[in-house]
């Protein structure tokens, strides 16, 4: 066989071998389109992803969208009372508040209303400030602070770093005490930086005072406060009332001085927080008598048998820091209760008896009295109440038979007489050796079996002492 016979036995095969060709060359362009097209595919939604990582990364580090995230948590905390999501934040203005009260003060306003309109107040290369208003009303500056490290693409990184000037502190507080005391604010002691004046009171002030403890005085000047709690406590610790000026502490406030004042028996003690006062002349403002009557009835015997009349003292004592613990003792020694008037501050002691003397003042008061009565109606001698009687006094001359100051002709003629409703009152203790008493009741004079008459009897008697013996020295005839 000739190759010319092969070629025409096999020419029918020539067209498929070049669709094969063909088809192998489609083939290579097909694989090369599609993996040049996944590629170009790839690449794309790589740099898209690349570029909304990239938006992503600086939308999440502009200070704008920092802070009103945090603004968005800063309500849900106000409105749930999370103090401590801000507890790290807070930068208390001033040296006596606390951040609790900071972030209340801060909260009342944030969960009043929403949204919280945000201003930029100034910015520089290391922090952000911005002002944070609820409607008109501005509550606080919060401070975003650059980070010393960048985003994944290279943006600055800002955090939130502190809330600070927060509004509400603008109350202040301007208050004098004394040197010796020490200011607590919020239960925080005041140091001395805070003085703006020193003083002393005045020398005539000063000598109404238990001791000049307390004549210097300090002023302190305190801002930048919510609602201040003040405390002034002394050099014991003891707590002091303070006094305001038209009660607004802003304007001025001080220790609530006590001056006290006492009327008390010329002859009785008085001490004030156990300091004698009676013994000095320094607290003494003036005297007066105890009983108009006594002082004109019994003057004539001043000379002779009183050396001296019995008055009533007044002392005042000034600057006390607390209500005064006071005691009052009568002549004897014993306590007395004062009666206290608080809107004048005013211990008043007036002449008054032992309750274990009463008796015996009591008793003589109306041995006396009877025995007088019935001497009147001649039921008894002169020699039955001499022996009560002092030489030289007015009731001895009226009563002495022999000066016939007394006609008891009147009632001589009785068959029997009683003594009705007898009532002691008054009694008055004026010295260990002096005192009166008020004696009131009923003479009833029999006449006859028939006729009998009621005589009303009230007398008030002065007493004194003498060597140890009580007498009369002198008496009055009450008309009520």
Known sequence: ????????????LKPIRDIKKQRKKSNKF??????ITLSSIAVIFIALLTFNSFLLDYEKTRPENILNNFIDQLYKASVTDNYSFIDKYIVIPGSFESGEACTKSLYDKIKT????????????????????????DYIATVVLKLEDKKSAFGFDIYNINSIEDISGFNKAVTITIPSECK?????????????KNTFKLSQEDCSFALSDKY???????????????????????KSLDLVYDNNKPELGSTVNFQNVSFIVPYNYSVSVNGVRIDNED????????????????????????LPLLPYYKYYTVKYLTNEPD???????????????????????????IAESRKTEYSNFIKDFSLLYSKYITTDAAYSDISGYLLKGTDIEYILNPKNEQIQPEFYTKHIGYEFKDIEISELTEYSTDFYSGRIKYNQLIKKTE???????????????????????????INIS
Not at 113 to 136: C, F, I, M, R, W
């Open 1 to 12: 066989m000739n190759n010319n016979s092969y070629k025409r036995r096999n020419s029918h």
């Open 30 to 35: 097909r694989l090369i389109y599609s993996v």
């Open 113 to 136: 209303d929403l949204p919280v309109a945000v201003k930029e107040l100034t910015s520089g290369q290391n922090k952000s400030e911005y002002k944070l208003y609820v409607k008109e």
């Open 183 to 195: 200011l607590f604010i919020n239960g925080i002691a005041v140091s001395s930086e805070y003085i």
């Open 215 to 237: 004549s210097t005085m300090n002023t302190y000047y305190v801002d930048k406060l919510i609602d201040p709690v003040i405390a002034v406590k002394d050099e014991n610790g």
């Open 282 to 305: 320094r607290f003494y403002t003036k005297d007066s008598n105890a009983d108009e009557t006594l002082t004109a009835s019994l003057s004539k015997y001043k000379s002779s048998y």
């Open 326 to 352: 006071v005691k009052i003792c009568s002549y004897d020694g014993s306590e007395v209760k004062a009666e206290y008037n608080s809107q004048k501050k005013l211990y008043t002691v007036k002449y008054g």
């Open 450 to 476: 028939y006729d009998t008459r009621s005589f009303p009897c009230n007398f008030t008697y002065y007493v004194i002492r003498i060597n140890g013996k009580w007498f009369i020295l002198d008496y009055m």
